[in-house]
C-alpha cells in the first residue's frame, strides 16, 4: 500500500467497493464478482466478497449530507476475502493474480492461511484460485496443497507458489461466458 | 449516517475496526465480536464480523509512510454482518439493539432480507439477534420469523419488531463470562 511517488489516486471501482488502481481491464476480482453475481441470480450459490478492511479514524458530519470520512487506513485482512453457502456446505477462498511465473507469499498474509486451517478443521470447502495473467490461466488450488508449500517455506523451501506447482496440484478453472470463473464446476468434482 | 450538526468525531474502536461513536459501553457489536473470539480460539466455531462496506474515493500516497484514505462514504451493507461455519454448517446473522421496546425495520435494508432469504433456501442456519438495552436481554429470532414480519409490512403490519413478538417468537440467549452472546447454545438445540 506504500506509493513512494507520493501520489493521489483517484478510487473508480464503485462496483465492488474495492481499490481499483486506475483500468488495467478485468482482473481477476472483477471476473469473479461477476461470477458470483451469476450464481446469486441463478440459485446456484450465495458467495460475496468481504469489503476491504478499513479503519476509520476521522469522520465528517456535513450538515444536510452523507458522513465523510476524511482519515482512514487500509488494514490487513484477518480472513480471506470471499465465503458462502455452495449445496447447503461453507465455502471460502481467497483469490491472487500474478503477471510473473510465479507468485510470492508476499502477497498472502500468516493470519489468511491460519483462517484457512481453521476452515478445513471445521470441515469448509476452501482454496486459492491464482490466475497467472500473462498466460491468462486460472486455477483453483485446494487448501492442503497451499498449506503444504505454505509450510515448507519455513523449512528451506521456496517463498512462493511456481507455475509449475500450481498447475500440477491445482485444477484449471475453464471460462465460460456468463461464469468468468467457473470454479464451482471444479469445486462440484472435487467436493462432491 | 447524517449527524446535523456538522460535528467531526474521532473514532476510537481499533479492534473491530467498526464506527463506535464514543463510548457508550460494552455494545452488543462487542460482545458478539468477544463470543466469536472465544469460539474461534476453543475450535466451537469460525466465525467472523465483514468489515464496514466503504466507498473509497480519494487515497493519498504519502512519501515513506502508509496510504491515508482522504475521501470515502458509507456504504449501505448487501449482506449481513456476520457469517462463518459451525459444525461443518454454514451460519450467516445480523445483529441489531434497540434502546426502545421495538426494532424500526428501518434499522433493517431490504437487501439483508433478500440475503437471509437465499442462505435459508441454500440450507444455511440464519436468523436475526436482537437486544433490547433497556431490558438488558438478547433474542435470537429465526430467519423465517424475521421473514413473517418483515413481509407483514407490506400487508398493514407494523413496521418494526415489537418485544412481545420477538420474545415469543424468539429464544433468549444466556449469558456466560467466556461467551457473553451464547448464542450457540441456542443454535444447537435448534438446528441440531
Known sequence: MKYPNGK???????HTGSPSYGN???TLENDINQTNLYYLETGKAVI???P???QIVTVDYPKRSAAVIREAYF??????DYNGIYKGKYIDFEAKETKGTSLPFSNIHEHQIQHMKAVVEHGGICFLLVRFSAKDETYLLPAK??????????????KSLPYSYVAESGHPIPFSFHARVDYLSVVNKLYF
Open 52 to 54: 476491504t478492511p478499513v
Open 8 to 14: 493521489k489516486k483517484r478510487f473508480t471501482n464503485q
Open 48 to 50: 460475496h466478497k468481504k
Open 75 to 80: 488494514k490487513q485482512p484477518s480472513t480471506t
Open 145 to 158: 496443497s497451499l498449506f503444504a508449500a505454505w509450510d515448507n517455506q519455513f523449512h528451506g523451501g521456496r
Open 24 to 26: 488495467r481491464g478485468m
